[in-house]
């Protein structure tokens, strides 16, 4: 039994949440996310936890991984902050409740008018990405006259050892202010001297899907650095934001540092910095976003036409594929899967699974040992939590699936399957196409 298989029931169906996930598929039909609430109880539990030491913490989830207005709402009852990258993120956020106080603003374009509306709303945090942003930011904020709260958002100059499409801490990212050349030091001048403005900490994020904790040593080091310049320089910059980042596993080789290493590791090294440069300990926020609710998540497919190809290979279609996970297209992302109607018996042959999207490049696991499938089976394809909802495409015209979440045996719509009407409620014909 592995990572992600808990629960078989006597007639060798997976169960997830207390739920039979061949009963769940009558009801719903496939293909559908899954979201295990209890996995991501488990997840905020062991942050609150692997922080606790640090006398001021605030945990704040990433909603770029997956956000919904129901999801905003579990995640606010669930005591976290939330960040958001965008003023359709900021308007699910507000629909669902979510306290704007506890709300953190990113993004490093963001609009004159998402920046109006962050203002009008009252969020908790903006994260300032550049200059213009801070001037034009200053600007709607006197002639508004509103007041933000702000954060600088800083390049520390460290690489993160993950795929380079998610790297950001690196000296050429196009996210914030680069440490290099004073860059980063000039701008907390700057915003220190802005009315209508106040410049609370910095902010940084390395990366994502990261295994080696190194890279937020390094970080760390770095950005107490800057909070010691500034306080050279007069300005007493009391929080910082660390970014999420945190891998998670795909496949049962996969290794990730767990939550409370992450929790012990960033502790230990922020109370070492800022010792070093006889600091105070800043309040300090962590943003996670896939390791709060990656590992909640699987898509369950079924599986239709089966076939051996000349060169050897055999392949399986499932009923989705790269509009609902364009993970394994974008970073050659790999992934673990289940029969769910064959949860008890053993992996025998090699399949490929593929989508039924009209690109070679729909391949959803290259190589996976399973039980003989039959066109019916159920795939349950583990920790599509993060980034795949929120990444999903209508590509070929197929309707977006949706969320149902599973907790103590009972499931809920969390969002609705796309319907054909959905594709076309948008189009328009122009009149003169029209006879
Ligand atoms: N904070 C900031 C400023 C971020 O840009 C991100 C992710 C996070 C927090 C959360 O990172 P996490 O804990 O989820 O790693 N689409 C890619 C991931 C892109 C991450 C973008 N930023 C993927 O599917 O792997």
Known sequence: MNHWIKDINQAGHLKIGGCDLVELALRYETPFYLLDEEAVIRNVNEYKQAFSKLPNCEIIYAGKA????????????LGLSLDVVSGGELYIALQAGFPPERIYFHGNNKSPAELEAALEVGVGRIVVDNLYELNL??????????????????????????HTYIQTGQLDSKFGFSIAHNQA?????????????????LHCHIGSQIFELGSYVKTIEVMVGLLA??????????????GGGLGIRYVPEDQPASIAELG???TTALTDACRQHQLPLPKVMVEPG?????????????IGAIKENIGGKTYAAVDGGMGDNPRVALYQAQ????????????????????????????????????PRLEPGDLLAVFSTGAYHYSMASNYNAIPRL??????????????????????IRLHRIPARWLD
Do not use: W
């Open 185 to 201: 030091l000039d701008a907390v001048k700057k915003a220190a001297s802005l009315p209508n403005l106040s410049l609370k900490g």
């Open 402 to 423: 949706p969320l149902i979440t599973v907790y103590n045996g009972s499931s809920d719509i969390v969002v609705e399957r796309e319907r054909y009407e959905d594709l």
């Open 66 to 77: 997956l956000l919904t207005v129901g999801i905003a709402k579990f995640m606010a009852n």
């Open 264 to 266: 012990e590791l960033l």
């Open 290 to 302: 896939r390791s709060i609710i990656g590992d909640a998540g699987i898509t369950v497919y079924r």
């Open 137 to 162: 930011l200053s600007d709607i904020a006197r002639k508004t006259g509103r007041h933000g709260n702000i954060l600088l958002r800083i390049i520390p100059g460290v690489e993160a050892h993950t």
């Open 229 to 242: 310049e500034a306080r050279q320089a007069g300005i007493e910059l009391t929080e910082l934001d660390l």
């Open 335 to 370: 992934y673990h899967a289940v029969v769910a109607n064959k949860a008890d018996q053993p992996r025998e042959r090699t399949y490929t699974i593929v989508g039924k999207y009209c690109e070679s490049g729909d391949v959803l696991i290259d190589k996976i040992k399973l």
